[in-house]
């Protein structure tokens, strides 16, 4: 089984981004609120924005099951107040429990949560609870910078965030650390802003003794973990001469990347350097980068087709790379197959 | 000949830090200003600094030449107003004229800036002009990110550096991109913002048209570029895109990688990925990092020793990236190598 560890409906159906455009410009103009019930989305338009986006692609790839969240730079959590950003979050994880109510065999929820510059994170614990618990979610989306490129909140490892990690850790459930949009013109969003979001956020965690007090807690690094790999022996050499514990001691217990790195080289890099414990296999389709490489033949985003040409990965760790650590890492997703599994047989 | 082109007075006398201290408090304190007067260093506190620092490494390692700036994160840009910065400038440059002064075998000089947020560019021309034609400086560094962590400036293809970028192509030396500390909590400063920059400014390159208005500006990115050369699949994909030309086209005429990777298949990556006349030889020493790699038993910093075990990179090109590219990129080394020999016949 092939699980797409990172996957967002970038496809939705238009009526989800004009309602939230109405949310913003009330707020904007007058504070006021739009109701969720004037979003109104048929099951047939949902089904058309899927079977013709992600499962499609899933189909020619041969990938089995994509964890599906909202658009990851459509959470803008700058917009708004903490309300803004509640509401917004429910209609958009209610909207991918839709999507795996509909295609139960290929997509799984992750959900985003209400984060709001300088709002506390007990929101966000609650949302997590109410997709976990009563909607069936496996995971979060973590947004390491609520100002949307800026950088205005404490790191990660903040009390702040304690909260959302207590609830994360009791429900079994990991996040991934994924900034949402940029909105600040000199940091571009896909290619710089979701890059340095992802590194930074390393970095934070490479401080910091955060799995001493949630040794349980998982994060998941997108993006092929920003510029860490590429620059492993920086991070060796920074604990080394703090006198920290090294990576694997530290933060490889508890820490992910993902294959969104969108060449054969850089994959190589990432298996070559990183365990294959710590990789999970994603592509972000249909996301960053749409083209087709000219030199491949292959959509970019395409990365099973480009590590299915990466011999140098064993049998064992491509299988663990391919399926195993996510259920692994998401263990919420083992319970929900076997439930899948039972209700085949009756 | 083996050119480092990236090096920083991190050694340098203590006197020159008390300085700058003082200088921060006055201005923070009462908006007074303290007299570059005030600093005096002796020739021998700089040979010590010098010659128990990098040019101990440089003799180990088998180096010939470092070019030689300001302590990067001490140029710290948003500290006080433009006067504050202008006048630590030229103190930071001042000093480093005199170590290559002192040591004109092995060290060319290398300017800061005296950039600060909201300031025009108009003070950092006059000041790369002054380096330039009075004290024989082969290049600077440009901050992306003034703000030191929070990116309040707009991207580097703003007009607003255009007199920058004149000056630049009038005196024919390139600019390294490198932004200077951070001073932001969630953001540190050697193993995030310092990629981050690299990789937000390779992207505002990505986006605009700067190398049409000026075909001869040179840029270099550090740390061997943040990001970019593993997520090389993504700039590519993301040029197809939008219909701009390729990365050879628009970008690779201009801007140039460092080696400041610190494990060998960074910077195998590297150079496999990036073609290899726009890779400069560099190592940062003494800098981000500084202990010995128990791995290979040497630094993580001696990018020599890294770049030496690589049997991939063919004879011409290891010459190009080890010191040819570089007497190219700043063709006013190439001046005072020719003067030097001149004066050795006399």
Redesign the interface.
Known sequence: MIIDCHGHFTTAPPALGQWRERQIKAFEGSGARVSPDELRIGDDEIRAAIENGQLKLQRERGTDLTLFSPGAGKMAHHYGDAETSLVWSRVSNDLIARVCGLFPDNFAPVCQLPQSPGASLTASAAELERCVTELGFVGCLLN??PSD???????LTDRVYYPLYEKLVELDVPAMVHVAMSR?????G???HY??GD??A???L??SDLFRDFPTLRLILP??G??V??????????L??RGRPPLEESLLGNVFFDTC???K??L??LT??VPAANILFASEMIG????V??ETGHR??DTKALLDAIPSIAPDDRRAIYGGNALRVFPRLVARLQDKEKEAVR
């Open positions: 390491p910078d490129g800026y950088w205005q909140a404490p790191p600040n013109d000199a940091v571009q896909t290619c710089a890059l340095n590194t930074t390393f970095m934070q490479c401080q993006h092929g920003g510029a790999p590429y620059h492993w022996g920086r991070y060796r050499g920074f080394l001469d790195v969108y060449h080289r850089g190589e890099l070559d350097v960053a980068v749409r083209a490489d000219p970019f985003d």
